[in-house]
């Protein structure tokens, strides 16, 4: 795998990338129910930040092969969203699409029916989530399956904030407005929240939490009703161009790593995010800017995404899978998506992830 890494030489700070060899061991306990034999199916899969979970998935794929007699293969991409809607729109590849937010819903009729086997799911694995639900059923219809969701939360470096005098975690919007002044103002390494279409996990994360915890909406309870123009909206915006004056200035050309660079060259205090930019410092050990014996991982702590005048309201990064309609093999289909979905094969996934893949299934709730 390829690994970014940013290190200080000399006084000069350099990103550099390398190459590692990583290792997983995967136990497969679940035999598929069916055979295959000379069955080929592709995979457009989500890219993970967490190197390990696409090799999890890759020894899925091998195992799968051996035991069905059939080939699978497995394509990560960062541009999986795009590659899925070519796929969908051509009619041609993708016999399981990974598929993100409120995308079945975009799909629609193009893609199967497979509330077969949600519902053999749900009630082997102690039933599912009603967030669950809401992503995956389309006027009355499974059109995907709710793999998992990226659970989100503020990253934050303990001993910026108290270098700051913020002795208190933030639980509203203003008082994390207040804490990013004070940060600003002490001249120590500023928050940074992304806020650009290169993105659109991070921004889209931040920016509807905060507009739903103002009241804002973008339509009505109808579904069709625009009701985005509202004075809520407006202080969600007022908002966010108050925090902007405090934050690190190049937040609007954050790419989708661009925050996580940020972090882990100590080049902000606080952003939102999974558990990538974690799990990355602890994984590659580096110091901080401002003491090369202490780690980015040991100051590194999290709080949950403050609330607003509506509550504490947060985007949920849902993470499906589905068949695309057009697919030459759908029961061959709907049986690698079920045992992708069984225990042996999600638990070691999420497990690997820490929390980037939280399962939607009660089966998982004390894992």
């Not at 090799?55 to 195992?63: I, P, S, T």
């Not at 103002?185 to 915890?213: E, I, K, R």
Request: glycine share 8%.
């Amino acid at each position: 795998v390829e690994v970014t890494r940013v290190v200080e030489v000399e006084g000069e700070t350099i990103t550099e990338t390398v190459t590692e060899v990583v290792e997983v061991e995967v136990t497969v306990e679940a035999e598929p129910a069916m055979m295959f034999p000379g069955v080929q199916l592709e995979g457009i899969m989500r890219n993970s930040f967490i190197p390990e979970m696409n090799n999890v998935q890759l020894a899925h794929a091998g195992a799968w092969n051996t035991r069905t007699d059939s080939e699978r293969e497995l394509t990560f991409s960062r541009e999986w969203r795009e590659q899925v809607a070519a796929a969908v729109e051509s009619g041609s590849g993708g016999d399981i699409s990974e598929l993100f937010a409120n995308q079945a819903f975009i799909y629609g009729d193009q893609l199967l029916d497979v509330s077969d086997v949600a519902e053999e799911l749900g009630a082997e694995y102690g039933g599912w989530y009603e967030v669950a639900e809401e992503a995956s059923v389309v006027e009355g219809v499974w059109r995907a399956i709710p793999r998992a969701y990226t659970a989100q939360a503020i990253n934050y470096r303990e001993d910026i904030f108290e270098a700051a005098g913020v002795d208190t975690i933030p639980t509203t919007y203003d008082e994390l407005l207040e804490a990013a002044k004070k940060i600003s103002d002490a001249g120590l390494p500023p928050m940074g929240f992304t806020m650009n279409q290169a993105g659109p996990n991070d921004s889209a994360n931040f920016a509807y939490s905060l507009l739903w915890s103002m009241g804002g909406k973008e339509v009505e309870e109808d579904g069709c009703t625009v009701a985005l123009n509202s004075p809520e909206t407006r202080a969600a915006l007022e908002y966010m161009i108050e925090l902007g004056q405090y934050m690190a200035p190049d937040v609007t050309a954050y790419d989708e790593g661009g925050n996580n660079r940020a972090f882990l060259g100590g080049e902000i205090s606080a952003t939102q995010n999974a558990t990538s930019i974690y799990w990355t410092a602890l994984r590659q050990g580096m110091a901080t800017p401002e003491d090369p014996e202490v780690t980015i991982a040991s100051v590194t702590n999290h709080f949950p995404y403050p609330s607003g005048p509506a509550g504490r309201q947060e985007f949920v990064q849902m993470n499906l899978l589905s068949i695309p309609a057009h697919t030459e093999n759908p029961e061959a289909a709907k049986a690698w998506l079920k045992w992708m979905m069984e225990p042996a094969q999600l638990g070691p996934l999420a497990s690997v992830g820490i929390t980037f893949y939280t399962p939607l299934l009660h089966q998982y709730d004390d894992d």
